[in-house]
């Protein structure tokens, strides 16, 4: 397994900005697809966005499509999140993940169950 540190978390007001990382401790990046979860108290976590091993796919939740941007830099092994023009909603914890053997459907996400290693969460928190 992979071991994932999210990092950049914390309180913004609404409309502003933020960037996640997430540090992989693995000697290839480039073999897994990467994905953002978030999860709020209470309800199932869910995908945010995924990138494809060479970045020629990703995929973006329909809540957060025009505002986040995933992307990332395999030569670091890191893996990051910009998150523009936030929302109350966007209130969550976030995860970063993992995942050697799947890929990037070209309808739909791609399974949270694919995702074999995540990090431990880094708290996001939108005021209104």
């Known amino acids: 397994q992979v071991q994932l540190v999210e990092s950049g978390g914390g309180l913004v007001q609404a409309g502003g900005s933020l960037k996640l990382s997430c540090a992989a401790s693995?000697?290839?990046?480039?073999?897994?697809?990467m994905g953002w979860f978030r999860q709020t108290p209470g309800k199932e976590r869910e995908i945010v966005a995924a990138?494809?091993?060479?970045?020629?796919?990703?995929y973006y939740a329909d809540s957060v499509k025009g505002r986040f941007a995933i992307s990332r830099d395999n030569a670091k092994n890191t893996v990051y999140l910009q998150m523009n023009f936030l929302k109350p909603e966007d209130t969550a914890v976030f995860y970063c993940?993992?995942?050697?053997?799947?890929?990037?459907?070209?309808?739909?996400?791609?399974?949270?169950?694919?995702?074999?290693?995540w990090g431990q969460g880094t708290q996001v928190t939108v005021s209104s």
């Open positions: 990138i494809s091993r060479t970045e020629d796919r990703t």
């Open positions: 993940a993992a995942d050697l053997y799947g890929t990037i459907p070209t309808i739909g996400p791609p399974s949270k169950l694919n995702f074999e290693s």
């Open positions: 693995v000697r290839t990046l480039s073999r897994y697809v």
